[in-house]
């Protein structure tokens, strides 16, 4: 189900929240001098015993570094904290950590908390089984493993055994298994390995019969969809070019002048055949597949997070792939998505938002595939956004749609895309599914915000076959009829309808309890119910609510929700969010001061903008991983693909509206009480290379120059820096935990909250 789009777009939307959460708001802080050094003096709420001093580490200023945005100077007086291996940015870091770690970790709290988490954390989880050849694989997690581990059964009733243990490959869990795909035999494995969460890994392949692998490692590779040619020998990759300098996670460098290879089993990499190269093209990105009938090559090039070109070639036999080979274009300009489904022959079937931003699912003729001879074969829903789609039992496609953010289960006809069934399914989405076209059977995984886990099986072959569980997870000490989940809409600052999910305890009365808000509004991910271990012990710990509004800018209403809230209608996300508070407040559920929100990578921004445009609707507020710089994000990493949905600073209206709410630029002291800034804490990972943590040092850089001599700043404002960690995906469950518990005790800090355990 995950396309490379998705891959490279910012985050983990649900899986942050999953892995963290939190909530803030703090007292009396005093400017001093001591030592020619300014520090400010935090007094510790009535929750806590003593007193803490919080030095912040007043960062150099270099007034030299202007830059000129059409005719506009504009100051970065941090740039040189873009650079992650000066010591005077490793001196920041550990700076602020000296003041962050401890007011985090040494208290009894945290250890309460942590603990809670944990024994919340330890149950086991489960992918959904996926067949290749005659195997099943699945993945499973037997609680409180750093890693997921691979398991192969050679059927369903056989005891399964571990084919693959990344837990194994280091002490701590920072090595994680990452783009894995089969050979179509099932007989061969190649797999990804990502190290202390960095984007960047190191391909191996697997013999699937002797659990050996190959000699060689494949290097240079991000965000790998490998694809094997239909004789099992070799695959395409996509890769980047051996630059200077380190590439382990920690470096700034943009990514550029990828590549497309063919590798051959058992041959190093130096022997790879180079397929196609655009030169002419340095940010372009690309994710090959081979076909289903295994006759042609589909290239699919991106440059933004949205909206592609689709080329293919004719294959020949393998052992004559030995250069470039020879493109048919057939979209030719960047302007919709289109994700293979299968073929018949010489007819493709897509999904795509061509003219039709809820998606529709189309017939391209390879032999004739200009646009005029295109066909529709399920036409697109008037209201329900068809999310993915999957061909399988050789006839037909399984539609995912999303209908209000609740997932819905379809099944239609291949030949004429007529209506076959619907799958019954609660509230919840579908997180999870497998089946191929070859394969009859299907299993699919839900999810809700009150249920862990049920994966079901169904197999076409069976007559008046129906949906049977296959396994349903449970966890101790957890009953789901304690709790309440509730849809409601709210209007927003244009009127604009959105929805909004409420979680909390079931109560005779509504109470004004303390409110996590959480957000993300980008790059067409869609916040969907999911079940989070942090927000049920946030619930528990302090008689909470969680609320997630579906904000513009993600995909739960197609692209017309997603172009509402991307370039310059960037401000509808903020609009949208902080309007969400205020129904939250004046609907009786809470109050503004105790409302925490938070986000990660993209949500991060979401938060960083929120704090500086309305500080006065929130409490507390935890911006994860994210990014902050919107003058300078294109330049690190693989920022530029981001241009599609922020806008380029080169244009002078982008470079406007990107000034206009990027959090770097708009901080500013407060000139009342009412206008400081709430309890802040900004995460970020020395090994992000999706976002760099140059955004987050920056952020609290000028944050803290900006208050540093306000007597109306009460808050604590935070910078936490974790080591050997990255954006999210692949860390540890230890650090998982052990960030989520940082979270909810600087929450129960400054929130000054009691505990209900």
Known sequence: ?????????????????????????????????????????????????GSAVFPYPEARRDESVVDDFHGVKIADPYRWLEDPDSEETKSYVDKQNKISQPFLEDCVEWKKLNEKLTKRWNYPKYSCPFKHGERYFFFMNTGLQNQDVLYVQNSLEDEPKVFLDPNSLSKDGTIALVGSRFSHDGNLFTYGLSQSGSDWTKLKVRDVNTGEDFPETLEHTKFVTASWTKD?????????????????GSETAANENQKLYYHRVGEPQEKDVLIAEFPEEPTWRMTPEVSDCGKYLMLFIMKGCKDMLLYFTHLQKSEDITGKLDLVKVVTEFDSDYDYITNEESMFSFRTNKAAPNYRVINIDFNNPTIENWTTLIEEHPKNVLDWSTCVNKDKIVLGYIDDVKSMLQVHKLQDG?????????????????????????????????????????????????????????????????????????????????????????????????????????????????????????????????????????????????????LLKKQNVFDDFQYAAMHLVQSGYTRHEKIVIHGGSNGGLLVGACINQRPDLFGAAVAQVGVMDMLRFHKFTIGQAWVSDYGDVKEKEHFENLYKYSPLHNVRAPKTEKEQYPASLVLTADHDDRVSPLHSLKFVAALHHAIRDSELQ????????????????????????EEATDILTFMFKTLKLKLTF
């Open 232 to 248: 099992n020998k070799g695959f395409f990759y996509a890769r980047y070019p051996v630059v200077e300098g380190k590439a382990d």
């Open 714 to 737: 009460k808050n604590p404002l935070l910078l936490r820096v974790y080591s050997k960690t990255g954006h999210g995906a692949g860390k540890p469950t230890a650090k998982k935990i």
């Open 1 to 49: 189900m995950k396309t490379l789009r998705q891959l490279l777009k910012l985050a983990n939307a649900p899986s942050v929240i999953t892995q963290g959460n939190c909530h803030l708001s703090q007292k009396a802080i005093v400017s001093f001098k001591a030592s020619g050094t300014k520090y400010r003096r935090l007094a510790m709420p009535e929750a806590q015993e």
């Open 418 to 566: 007529s209506f076959v069934s619907k799958f019954p399914l609660e509230i919840g989405t579908i997180v999870g599914f497998s089946g191929k076209k070859k394969y009859s059977e299907i299993f699919y995984h839900f999810v809700s915000f009150l249920t862990p886990g049920i994966i079901y099986h169904y197999d076409f072959a069976r007559e008046d076959a129906e949906p049977t569980i296959f396994r349903q997870v449970k966890i101790e000490d957890f009953d789901n009829s304690l709790y309440k989940v509730e849809q409601v809409f709210y209007k927003s600052k244009d009127g604009e309808r959105i929805p909004m999910f409420v979680v909390q305890k079931k109560a005779d009365t509504q109470e004004e309890k303390p409110c996590l808000l959480y957000g993300y509004g980008g790059f067409n991910i869609s916040v969907q119910p999911s079940f989070s271990i942090t927000g049920l012990v946030f619930i528990d710990s302090f008689d909470g609510i969680l609320a997630y509004p579906n904000i513009r800018g993600g995909g739960e209403y197609g692209e017309r929700w997603h172009n509402a809230g991307r």
